[in-house]
């Protein structure tokens, strides 16, 4: 059956290359977006908590075909320079060293046959297979074992690294039990956690985790929800609200009823979009692994001609040494710290970014959101908590406050609107010996009743205006959100309700300004409750009374002159204006499965901080690639030079291609330790 090369959406080529053969020895298929079947075999190793190729094989079986030839290797240098041996020589000798290239060279010149068998021919395979044999060939045995020796090495540390930054990812967010208790009847019993129907009741002791998502029925208890937010603060939940898969049971025995299959829980669907993430490449990523796939073709041409055209030039040109000349550059120009290092060091800041509870969907909104200069926010619910409380009741002097309040309060409980709760909050519970009938909605105005054969309206001033009611204060003095009222086609009053902000939105505000971000706030609530809270946090530009269109208008202006714009929002009614944006992030918070699926990068506990904390992550991630980038191009540029001019050895080779990797890949993996 004939061979094809599997892509993802960018084209970039997904098989056959040696980034598939490390993430499969990790047992990291997934995070190859389209692995080949055969490849799946072991998938359920990303559901089962372990990593079956490292932790059941051992890190000591990776290492050991690495050993085996260091051992022979040792002693026939041993036997060549120190302890001189008479039968060690001629096809013995050869022999030896023959027996300590095949652990660590077969693997690899399978690896380049495959490659070639499948069309890929130039591949790292190849380079270090040409190298090493090509030393052989011109009897410089120890190094031609050498280089392959540190090449293995160098992949098996590259394998424990990506195994490494999956396992890390899976630790914080994969924290589902395998089993839970069910209590029927009375008694309980112990299932799979997917074998859990909707309705089951779970019991749930201190210390342990829930596994699906739920309805608390115990009174109340407290949660420890680090897994789903990045926040190790307790959570106290009371009787009726919703209690997610991952979250902790802090102190008592809790009973929680079953609301979400399995499979369909908010845990699951964090996992499945951090696994997913790596699919959206970012454009470094995509550019090196273009650059890498022209490149390597070049370097072997330019070998050959290194090898060759001395000939017509140089007038003692000895074959052998040209030859090795050739082969250090072939060894030194290998891509694998650019091809393994750099993606490696996208996946290492969305896992640190999944650490604090923010999800970024794919490395190119990494550095999208290091390159921001404008952040363009959402008022209610971003800025602030999003739940109104009354501030002041105003009424004319011939007006009883009690009275009017609950005929108010009795209106707005045909109401879902955040306002009738802060009324009933303010008010007390509805009176229902209020007689008041023909209650309606006016879109955009308010609501309209009957009291004893008498008009009753409460609403916004339009609503007056509407009605022909005059009023004696001006509305636009007002800096709350208000309530107006009339009876009986007399101005009563008026009732206002403010939303309070977030204790950590000041501090946003200072830490973007401190990141050269710009902060605009765009909302359709009144334009001087807008303005009262761009001033408080010193937000630079405010707008109010917007519609969604007007929204997408602003953020345009912005983007007409240039420069980059994230916009924070609920990610769902925002939407044209997400899309708009550059960057799309939604304050997600436990609740809105949509608000994932639309934005670009999910806050997950609402806290506006983590939005100058996205950007810098975004920044340092980008800042450690560029590193890595710029270490394998200067020194692989000086040691090809010296090595093009017979002034490196394949030592300075070996330190060029597989000392440059290590040390890329460390680097890499020091985002993952990064306090934000």
């Known amino acids: 059956m004939e061979h094809k090369h599997i892509y993802d959406a960018q084209g970039k080529q997904l098989c056959c290359t040696q980034t598939e053969k490390i993430y499969n020895q990790a047992g990291a298929q997934r995070l190859i977006q389209g692995a080949p079947a055969q490849d799946q075999a072991h998938s359920h190793s990303d559901d089962d908590g372990h990593d079956h190729s490292v932790a059941e094989g051992g890190t000591l079986k990776l290492f050991l075909p690495a050993i085996i030839s260091f051992v022979l290797l040792i002693v026939a240098i041993a036997m060549d320079n120190w302890l001189p041996q008479e039968w060690f020589k001629g096809w013995i000798r050869i022999i030896w060293y023959v027996l300590a ?11 380049a046959l495959k490659s070639i068998g499948k069309g890929e021919i130039f591949s790292e395979f190849l380079l270090m297979s ?33 195994s490494r930054a999956k396992s890390n990812i899976k630790a914080l967010l994969d924290q589902r039990p395998d089993e839970v208790t069910i209590v029927e009847a009375n008694s309980s019993r112990v299932i799979k956690a997917e074998a859990a129907a909707i309705g089951d009741v779970i019991q749930l002791k201190p210390g342990e985790k829930l596994g699906l998502d739920g309805e608390l029925i115990s009174d109340t208890a407290s949660f420890n929800t680090a897994a789903l937010t990045g926040e190790s603060k307790p959570d106290t939940k009371t009787k009726g609200e919703v209690v997610l898969a991952g979250m902790i049971n802090m102190n008592t025995v809790s009973l929680v009823k079953v609301t979400t299959a399995y499979q369909d829980s908010k845990l699951s669907k964090i996992l499945e979009l951090v696994q997913n993430a790596t699919s959206q490449k970012a454009p470094t990523e995509l550019f090196i692994r273009k650059f890498a796939k022209i490149y390597t073709p070049i370097v072997v041409l330019l070998a050959i001609a290194i090898c060759l055209l001395p000939y017509f030039f140089v007038g003692q040109y000895v074959f052998s040494d040209w030859l090795y000349r050739a082969l250090v550059f072939l060894v030194i120009s290998c891509p694998c710290a650019l091809v393994i290092s750099i993606p490696l060091g996208y996946f290492g800041g969305i896992g640190a970014a999944s650490r604090n509870g923010i999800l970024f969907k794919g490395s190119n909104f990494l550095d999208a959101m290091a390159a921001i200069q404008n952040v363009v926010m959402d008022k209610t619910g971003t800025m602030t908590e999003g739940v109104f409380k009354v501030q002041e009741v105003r009424l004319e002097p011939d007006f009883d406050e009690a009275t009017i309040l609950k005929l108010v309060n009795k209106i707005e409980s045909h109401s879902s609107h955040p306002v009738a709760t802060a009324i009933r909050e303010y008010a007390g519970d509805v009176d229902e010996s209020v007689n008041l009938t023909d209650v309606e909605e006016i879109p955009g105005h308010g609501l309209k009743g009957s009291v004893d054969g008498k008009v009753f309206l409460v609403g916004n001033f339009k609503l007056l205006d509407k009605f022909n009611i005059g009023y004696t204060i001006d509305p636009n003095t007002i800096v709350y959100t208000t309530i107006a009222i009339a009876l009986d086609n007399r101005f009563v009053g008026y009732i206002t309700i403010a939303d309070s902000i977030k204790e950590d939105s000041a501090q946003t505000i200072q830490l973007l300004h401190k990141l050269g971000v710009k902060a605009t706030m765009l909302s359709g609530d009144k334009s001087t409750v807008v303005a009262y809270v761009a001033k408080e946090l010193g937000i630079d530009k405010a707008y109010g009374d917007l519609l969604p269109e007007d929204k997408v208008n602003k953020v345009k202006e912005i983007k007409a002159i240039g420069e980059s714009v994230a916009f ?87 330190f060029a291609d597989v000392g440059v990797s290590l040390i890329a890949i460390l680097n890499a993996i020091r985002i993952q330790k990064m306090k934000f």
């Open 568 to 654: 924070v929002g609920d990610g769902v009614n925002d939407a044209p204006v997400v899309a708009l944006s550059d960057v799309g992030i939604a304050m997600g918070g436990l609740g809105s499965d949509a608000t994932i699926e639309t934005a670009d990068v999910v806050i997950q506990d609402d806290k506006p901080s983590k939005i100058p904390m996205a950007i810098n992550i975004g920044k340092q991630t980008k800042k450690v690639v560029y590193q890595n980038i710029g270490l394998a191009f200067v020194v692989k540029g000086v040691v090809l030079i010296l090595g093009a001019g017979g002034l490196a050895t394949m030592w300075e080779a070996v």
């Open 101 to 111: 290239y095949i652990p660590v060279g077969f693997p690899v010149i399978k690896d």
């Open 130 to 162: 040409i190298a090493t044999i090509g030393a052989f060939a011109i009897k410089e045995y120890p190094e031609g074992v050498a280089v392959m020796l540190f090449y293995a090495v160098g992949e098996v540390f590259q394998t424990l690294a990506v």
